[in-house]
């Protein structure tokens, strides 16, 4: 039974039984989650067959660590994928694989190491501080949808770290806009060629992505090029983020840098995966803490003490143990890219299975932290969860001890060779949002409003996520 402390948030009620093969499709059209079943929570692997698709489901984490991390090249990012981003993203390290991806990779790395990302700590605190101004105009205990409020911050933070731009600066604000529009448009797109399907895209909505693609590939060509053409002259450049070391970086065989058009793609890339997920995890986070007063006043008492806004340290953000914690729930309970397609090279066997080459082999980190058999209480945010002694077990007798549930069974970033490159600036990222927010804010439910979650390209509220803001008595800014 759950403890009356815990809040379980709403998400979609699975159905009692496996739709058929054809409803699910229709259904994931909507929305992939609407497609699980109650026994989704319970497998260890499961099976769709569509005319042109053999889809297989792996949540067993012996199977996920074979997939991902053991056997990475015989399983390369499925097709699809690339399909259906490639008009924005080109030939990036996202739709990439092989020997191309691993040259991406290894010339993207340095921009993302630890020393890099504490460089660019006092860019993403000027954001957050942009952030706290603006809820300070909120009317005292007004709605407001912080949905919205944690894509500006996010995509923010992304244009100052990579580009040196604010996000209130007119190029900044259009690609902004741009991209909302491109991924309104992507999942629609997405799901029909994942089924084999790519017929049942309409044109229309194929023509205005290419087009809205294009556009954010333009604006942001237009930011790129003088510091490119500035770079290859061997002249001065903004130094500091993230776009002067992809600048600076060069194969340690050939000894080239990015091309133009790689520079674009992978920048095209770092801002879509780069502020989209982490605004949909720090949305759910603040939906969570807003439905659990006790754990916001201890994260308010801890940012209050360990936090100041103005400091420029960024190993201050260790200290906020629960801040790390709220953000390591939130993505465990939503995380943001709610599964990861792959694709098998070659015929294989897995458990009883025999999974033939080119079947879609797809891991989903939303079924895995919710799995009935790897966690305790899977749907209850419990932010203390990972807090407990390493010999004590979760209080489950049917799942696993937390600890070895966090080791086997906690991917939102992903695990093996393509784990995200950017876990550590969105967990820093995280910690400072985090902070700034529960020192000076506190945030309420409105009553009657339930966020409804939604699986498309991230896992987003489709009702959005709308609280009550309330700035805090006396000046948390001191």
């Given at each position: 039974?759950?403890?009356p402390?815990?809040f379980?948030?709403?998400?979609?009620?699975?159905?009692?039984?496996?739709?058929?093969?054809?409803?699910?499709?229709?259904?994931?059209?909507?929305s992939?989650l609407?497609?699980?079943?109650?026994?989704?929570?319970?497998?260890?692997?499961?099976?769709?067959?569509?005319?042109?698709?053999?889809?297989?489901?792996?949540?067993?984490?012996?199977?996920?660590?074979?997939?991902?991390?053991?056997?990475?090249?015989?399983?390369?990012?499925?097709?699809?994928?690339?399909?259906?981003?490639?008009?924005?993203?080109?030939?990036s390290?996202?739709t990439?694989?092989?020997e191309?991806?691993?040259?991406?990779?290894?010339?993207?790395?340095?921009?993302?190491e630890?020393?890099?990302?504490?460089?660019?700590?006092?860019?993403?605190?000027?954001?957050?501080?942009?952030m706290?101004?603006?809820?300070?105009?909120?009317?005292?205990?007004?709605?407001?949808?912080?949905?919205?409020?944690?894509?500006?911050?996010?995509?923010?933070?992304?244009?100052?770290?990579?580009?040196?731009?604010?996000?209130d600066?007119?190029?900044?604000?259009?690609?902004?806009?741009?991209?909302?529009?491109?991924?309104?448009?992507?999942?629609?797109?997405?799901?029909?060629?994942?089924?084999?399907?790519?017929?049942?895209?309409?044109?229309?909505?194929?023509?205005r992505?290419?087009?809205?693609?294009?556009?954010?590939?333009?604006?942001?060509?237009?930011?790129?090029r003088?510091?490119?053409?500035?770079?290859r002259?061997?002249?001065?450049?903004?130094?500091?983020?993230?776009?002067?070391?992809?600048?600076?970086?060069?194969?340690?065989?050939s000894?080239?840098?990015?091309?133009?058009?790689?520079?674009?793609?992978?920048?095209?890339?770092?801002?879509?995966?780069?502020h989209?997920?982490?605004?949909?995890?720090?949305?759910?986070?603040?939906?969570?803490?807003?439905?659990?007063?006790?754990?916001?006043?201890?994260?308010?008492d801890?940012?209050?003490?360990?936090?100041?806004?103005?400091?420029?340290?960024?190993?201050?953000?260790?200290?906020?143990?629960?801040?790390?914690?709220?953000?390591?729930?939130?993505?465990?309970?939503?995380?943001?890219?709610?599964?990861?397609?792959?694709?098998?090279?070659?015929?294989?066997?897995?458990?009883?299975?025999?999974?033939?080459?080119?079947?879609?082999?797809?891991?989903?980190?939303?079924?895995?932290q919710?799995?009935?058999?790897?966690?305790?209480?899977?749907?209850?945010?419990?932010?203390?969860?990972?807090d407990?002694?390493?010999?004590?077990?979760?209080?489950?007798?049917a799942?696993?001890?937390?600890?070895?549930?966090?080791?086997?069974?906690?991917?939102?970033?992903g695990?093996?060779?393509?784990?995200?490159i950017?876990?550590?600036?969105?967990?820093?990222?995280?910690?400072?949002?985090?902070?700034?927010?529960?020192?000076?804010?506190?945030?309420?439910?409105?009553?009657?409003?339930?966020?409804?979650?939604?699986?498309?390209?991230?896992?987003?509220?489709e009702?959005?996520?709308?609280?009550?803001?309330?700035?805090?008595?006396?000046?948390?800014?001191?």
């Amino acid at each position: 039974m759950s403890s009356p402390e815990r809040f379980c948030p709403h998400y979609p009620a699975p159905q009692a039984e496996r739709p058929s093969a054809w409803r699910m499709f229709f259904s994931k059209r909507r929305s992939w989650l609407d497609s699980l079943y109650a026994r989704s929570y319970r497998m260890k692997m499961g099976e769709v067959h569509l005319p042109g698709v053999d889809l297989y489901m792996i949540n067993e984490p012996a199977l996920v660590r074979r997939v991902m991390v053991e056997e990475a090249a015989a399983f390369p990012k499925h097709a699809m994928l690339g399909d259906a981003l490639r008009p924005l993203l080109g030939d990036s390290i996202f739709t990439t694989n092989g020997e191309v991806w691993q040259r991406q990779r290894a010339l993207m790395d340095p921009s993302f190491e630890a020393a890099r990302i504490r460089h660019v700590f006092g860019r993403m605190r000027e954001a957050a501080a942009a952030m706290a101004e603006r809820l300070r105009q909120v009317p005292q205990g007004a709605e407001h949808d912080v949905e919205i409020e944690m894509t500006h911050v996010a995509a923010d933070i992304i244009l100052r770290t990579i580009l040196s731009q604010p996000l209130d600066s007119s190029g900044a604000q259009q690609i902004f806009a741009a991209f909302e529009r491109y991924q309104a448009l992507a999942p629609r797109l997405m799901m029909p060629a994942f089924f084999g399907l790519r017929w049942l895209r309409p044109w229309w909505q194929v023509r205005r992505s290419r087009k809205a693609a294009s556009e954010i590939r333009t604006l942001l060509s237009a930011l790129i090029r003088p510091r490119f053409d500035a770079a290859r002259a061997g002249q001065a450049t903004v130094e500091g983020d993230i776009l002067a070391t992809l600048l600076q970086v060069r194969d340690a065989q050939s000894g080239e840098g990015f091309s133009f058009d790689e520079l674009v793609d992978q920048v095209a890339m770092l801002f879509l995966a780069g502020h989209e997920t982490s605004a949909s995890a720090l949305s759910w986070a603040l939906h969570l803490l807003a439905n659990s007063p006790s754990v916001q006043e201890r994260l308010h008492d801890e940012a209050a003490t360990l936090f100041d806004p103005a400091g420029d340290d960024p190993s201050a953000i260790k200290d906020l143990a629960l801040a790390r914690n709220v953000f390591r729930e939130a993505l465990r309970l939503f995380p943001p890219v709610g599964f990861l397609a792959r694709e098998s090279a070659g015929a294989c066997t897995m458990r009883d299975k025999q999974v033939p080459a080119h079947a879609s082999v797809v891991i989903s980190p939303w079924l895995i932290q919710r799995h009935r058999e790897l966690w305790a209480r899977p749907d209850e945010f419990d932010p203390d969860r990972y807090d407990v002694p390493p010999e004590a077990a979760s209080g489950d007798d049917a799942a696993l001890p937390v600890r070895e549930s966090l080791r086997r069974a906690y991917l939102p970033f992903g695990m093996g060779p393509r784990v995200c490159i950017g876990a550590a600036f969105a967990q820093q990222e995280a910690a400072l949002i985090l902070a700034t927010l529960a020192r000076e804010f506190r945030f309420e439910p409105v009553a009657g409003h339930v966020p409804e979650p939604v699986g498309r390209l991230t896992i987003r509220a489709e009702n959005g996520i709308r609280l009550r803001v309330y700035r805090r008595e006396g000046d948390a800014r001191r």
